[in-house]
Antibody
Framework: EIQLQESGPGLVKPSQSLSLTCSVT?????????WSWIRKFPGNKMEWMGY???????NYNPSLKSRISITRDTSKNQFFLQLNSVTTEDTATYYC???????????WGQGTLVTVSS | DTVLTQSPALAVSPGERVTISCRAS??????MHWYQQKPGQQPTLLIY???NLESGVPARFSGSGSGTDFTLTIDPVEADDTATYYC?????????FGGGTKLELK
């Protein structure tokens, strides 16, 4: 079974960078599909942030395009999120997920809360 | 961006039939998906591509619609269905989510 697990700091200072790791088991991220980051803000709004494909190409939400980078380490079967110049408005629970089936999200990590605060 | 509009909340009694709607600001063809999320948990996929039941999801859940109007139906509703339900489209870039419908049982 495919499993995803997010990890990273739970507290980030304003203007710094947020960095998260998604570790995948049960499937090799270079075998197929796209691998996304999604966040849920306090108050329940959800935002798709972007994905990295099995081939390594990326697609980002234009609202984040100047601040976001999604990369991967194929040797560790992990992909990463970096979000630069964070503000308190980036406080959210961050999820990684697989784009499957039909560009839905059938498998999610359990989520990690990131708070942006000084 | 494609805006997905959902009613904020619904209250139904166990055993009843409930429909949760999602209206898109522009056509999303049939690339509409539905999720259930309970507090403290990650979302769970219920329906993909408008009407396809995800494996392991009870047949009480069904989806319909195309273009701009979509519906998630639960029939009959059970106590365990208390949750927030989200629609999500993947036809137009960027992919977007609805604001969620909180389902409460009377």
């Amino acid at each position: 079974e495919i499993q995803l697990q997010e990890s990273g700091p739970g507290l980030v200072k304003p203007s710094q960078s947020l960095s998260l790791t998604c570790s995948v088991t049960g499937y090799t991220i270079t075998s197929g599909y796209d691998w996304s980051w999604i966040r849920k803000f306090p108050g329940n709004k959800m935002e798709w942030m972007g994905y990295i494909s099995y081939s390594g190409s990326t697609n980002y939400n234009p609202s984040l395009k100047s601040r976001i980078s999604i990369t991967r380490d194929t040797s560790k079967n992990q992909f990463f999120l970096q979000l630069n110049s964070v503000t308190t408005e980036d406080t959210a629970t961050y999820y990684c997920a697989i784009n499957y089936p039909g560009f839905s999200f059938a498998y999610w990590g359990q989520g990690t809360l990131v708070t942006v605060s000084s | 961006d494609t805006v997905l509009t959902q009613s904020p909340a619904l209250a139904v009694s166990p055993g009843e039939r409930v429909t949760i709607s999602c209206r898109a600001s522009e056509s999303v063809s049939t690339l509409m998906h539905w999720y259930q999320q309970k507090p403290g948990q990650q979302p769970t996929l219920l329906i993909y591509l408008a009407s396809n039941l995800e494996s392991g999801v009870p047949a009480r859940f069904s989806g319909s619609g195309s273009g701009t109007d979509f519906t998630l139906t639960i029939d009959p509703v059970e106590a365990d269905d208390t949750a927030t339900y989200y629609c999500q489209q993947s036809w137009n870039d960027p992919w977007t989510f609805g604001g969620g419908t909180k389902l409460e049982l009377k």
